[in-house]
């Protein structure tokens, strides 16, 4: 069964810093590959995605994600990272067939000091 | 453009009660989708529409829950009676249809459902 696992619960980061948040999917090839970003009482905002071609896939708000097949991850990075980045990161994955619904992640919660 | 529209925002109901959620998506978007995200946990899918049929529930506990989307534009999930368990935050997300590749998805802000 595919499965998306989200190693890190949560992140402390100072602002300024980089960022990178870890992603691991299980399927048996490979899936598009989306990031999602919940700030508290909205919906899934999406920030990047991957499909094919090139491995470095950039996204909104200055995030970009890097697809390493032999690793079957997908991590997400921001070099440096704002206050307002304080939020949920959901990693998902879905099948390499289209119309077909996300499996998520459990979500990692990063939170920034000052 | 006008994203995916929900309500209500909150509910609070006591178990054993029932309650429905509504759910409009982005206009022109056949497919739709509601996802349950229980705290602590990433959205699960209970069920899909292209336009007003279901293409899959496999995860939606039918003896409790129902969804509709009479006319393949809104829709509407219930529970009916609701478990303490049922407390989560639930996302409706619609896209075009997929015939040329996968296509986004686009969530709405959740409701966000309490049983006591």
């Known amino acids: 069964a595919q499965s998306v696992t989200q190693p890190d619960i949560h992140i402390t980061v100072s602002e300024g810093a980089s960022l990178e948040l870890r992603c691991n999917y299980s399927y048996g090839a490979t899936p598009y590959l989306f990031w999602y970003v919940q700030s508290p009482g909205q919906g899934l905002q999406l920030l990047l995605k991957?499909?094919?071609?090139?491995?470095l896939v950039q996204g909104i708000k200055g995030f970009e994600a890097e697809f390493k097949r032999s690793q079957s991850s997908f991590n997400l990075r921001k070099p440096s990272v704002h206050w307002s980045d304080a939020a949920e990161y959901f990693c998902a994955v879905a099948p390499n067939q289209a119309g077909t619904a996300l499996i998520f992640g459990k979500g990692t919660t990063l939170s920034v000091s000052s | 453009e006008a994203g995916v529209a929900q309500s209500p925002r909150y509910k609070i109901i006591e178990k054993r009660q029932s309650v429905a959620f509504w759910c409009n998506p982005i206009?022109?978007?056949?497919?739709l989708y509601w996802y349950q995200q229980i705290l602590g946990q990433g959205p699960k899918l209970l069920i899909q529409?292209?336009?007003?049929?279901?293409?899959?529930d496999s995860q939606l506990p039918k003896d409790r829950f129902s969804a509709e989307r009479l006319k393949g534009v809104d829709s509407t999930l219930k529970i009916q009676p609701a478990k303490l368990e049922d407390s989560a935050v639930y996302l409706c997300?619609?896209?075009?249809?997929?015939?040329?590749?996968?296509?986004?998805?686009?969530f709405g802000p959740g409701t966000r459902l309490l049983v006591l």
């Open positions: 206009s022109g978007h056949a497919t």
């Open positions: 991957y499909f094919s071609g090139d491995t």
């Open positions: 997300a619609s896209s075009l249809v997929g015939d040329r590749g996968y296509e986004t998805q686009y």
């Open positions: 529409f292209q336009n007003n049929g279901v293409v899959d």
